[in-house]
Every structure is written in C-alpha cells, then in structure tokens.
C-alpha cells in the first residue's frame, strides 16, 4: 500500500486501479468497524493507533 502514490494519482486526475481501491475500501471498512466497536472520535481516544501503524507498515 503506498499512500503517497495513491495521492498523487488522485491530484493527478489519474484513476486508482480495482486492486488498490479494493485495498482501501478494506481499511475503510475495518476503521469504520473499530468506531462502531470502540466508540467514534472524540469521545474515544485513538492516539494509540498510530503507534499501531507504523508498526504494521514497518516504521518502528
């Protein structure tokens, strides 16, 4: 998953392909099924997530 490309493509007029928007409709779903089962900002504090995903992403 590369973000950054994703937005550039974006600014750039340009389309996603079906597999990336399949991804981010993937993570779309699962953060919309963490706010249904944790709460909804800012009622819930989700500071921890970043930690979370950097970790996933390889960064920590």
């Known amino acids: 998953?590369?973000?950054d490309l994703w937005t550039s493509k974006v600014k750039e007029c340009q389309h996603l392909s079906e597999d990336e928007l399949q991804l981010l409709c993937e993570y779309f779903h699962d953060l919309m099924k963490l706010f249904?089962?944790?709460?909804?900002?800012p009622e819930?504090?989700?500071?921890?997530?970043?930690?979370?995903?950097?970790?996933?992403?390889?960064?920590c």
Do not use: P, R
């Open 1 to 3: 998953m590369d973000l």
């Open 36 to 41: 249904q089962t944790g709460g909804h900002v």
């Open 44 to 59: 819930t504090n989700y500071v921890f997530m970043m930690f979370l995903v950097l970790l996933a992403w390889g960064f």
